[in-house]
């Protein structure tokens, strides 16, 4: 069954501590995305990989690191910097030349 | 329609109706629109697409019309259905250096379907 998956659903954060959000996909796609969605808004873009070993910020960068070893994986993890951590987070894969990007289930992050 | 605020836009139909979205986009340049679907704690579903050298395209029970004068895009889902109701997001899209397309969403707005 081929597609994008996130884990966990849930994932809880201490004050101070980082956490890692997972994201696969084994839909062969070049680029990934990472974005942040907060109630009643629309999605806003963390950070993007076109290529692996390569990503760019997007327009909420600060507080989030990533990293893209593999095609298919592409981890955020959520700094101690991120002072306002709670959301729902969305990743999503396309192709390089393919416009339509397809996304995970989603991770929700709550602050303990 | 979407708009600039706290609380999500909501557009509530009676089932077998049919639903009109609205989207004003901002970049002149964009020139490719989606529409998702998001059901609730779910991530959004792709519905359909269109280029800015088309005004219209037609899918299954959804239309899309985009209008580059004013910077509008709409989606219309005909004979409205319970499993209809979601929150429906649009999204502009322009080329990154690299390739890829970034998009920009909207803010949603969410349909109710009435049985």
């Known amino acids: 069954d081929g597609g994008i998956t996130q884990s966990p659903k849930y994932l809880f954060r201490k004050e101070g501590q980082n956490v890692t959000l997972s994201c696969e996909q084994n839909?062969?796609?070049?680029?990934m995305y990472w974005y942040r969605q907060d109630p009643g808004q629309g999605l806003r873009l963390i950070y993007y990989s076109q290529i692996v070993n390569d990503f760019q910020k997007g327009d909420i960068a600060e507080g989030y690191s990533v990293s893209r070893e593999k095609k298919e994986s592409f981890p955020l993890t959520v700094t101690s910097a991120q002072k306002n951590p709670t959301a729902f987070y969305l990743c999503a894969s396309s192709t390089a030349t393919q416009e339509t990007q397809y996304f995970g289930p989603g991770t929700r992050l709550l602050v303990l | 329609g979407e708009s600039v605020g706290l609380h999500l836009p909501t557009l509530s139909v009676q089932e077998g109706d049919n639903s009109i979205i609205n989207c004003a986009y901002s970049n002149s340049a964009s020139d490719y629109f989606i529409w998702y679907k998001q059901e609730s704690g779910k991530g959004p579903q792709f519905i359909i697409d269109?280029?800015?050298?088309?005004d219209k395209r037609q899918g299954q029970r959804v239309t899309v019309l985009l209008n580059k004068t004013v910077k509008h895009l709409s989606l219309q889902i005909a004979a409205t259905q319970p499993g209809d109701s979601a929150v429906y997001f649009c999204a502009e899209n322009t080329h990154a250096s690299g390739g890829s397309y970034i998009p920009t969403f909207g803010r949603g707005t969410s349909l109710i379907v009435h049985p």
């Open positions: 839909l062969n796609h070049d680029a």
């Open positions: 269109i280029r800015s050298n088309m």
